[in-house]
């Protein structure tokens, strides 16, 4: 069984920057597709970005060139290092997995919420002007 803790997450001012991470436990055997979703009041959650099982990334347009997900294999950690935050980044955020396949391919809907079966339990992100 795999299981998702996250830390990090809290309140910082438009312009500035946080590190959320998820450490992951239990194994697949075939490899693990991840990724950030976030969810503001009122509105659906959302992909943020995904990091594949070869360790390539992807991200949503909306963060593409402040938002850098990375990995540390030696902790089983991700991490999501967020700058030049603005008040539309403000939301629960949260952290997914997904077995890739048998041939190491991930879900072909990488920002799908129905994409990935295990959630990591969600830190919330306050960006205030």
């Known amino acids: 069984q795999v299981q998702l803790v996250q830390s990090g997450g809290g309140s910082v001012q438009a312009g500035g920057s946080l590190t959320l991470s998820c450490e992951v436990s239990g194994y697949i055997d075939s490899g693990i597709c991840m990724a950030w979703f976030r969810q503001a009041p009122g509105k659906e959650r959302e992909g943020v970005g995904v990091?594949?099982?070869?360790?390539?990334?992807d991200y949503v347009q909306s963060v593409e060139g402040r938002f850098t997900i990375s990995k540390d294999k030696g902790r089983n950690t991700m991490y999501l290092h967020m700058r030049s935050l603005n008040l539309e980044d403000t939301g629960m955020y949260f952290c997914?997995?997904?077995?890739?396949?048998?041939?190491?391919?991930?879900?072909?809907?990488?920002?799908?919420?129905?994409?990935?079966?295990?959630w990591g339990q969600g830190t919330q992100v306050t960006v205030s002007s």
């Open positions: 990091l594949d099982s070869d360790g390539s990334t």
């Open positions: 997914a997995a997904a077995p890739a396949s048998r041939v190491g391919l991930c879900p072909i809907d990488r920002m799908g919420v129905g994409s990935y079966r295990f």
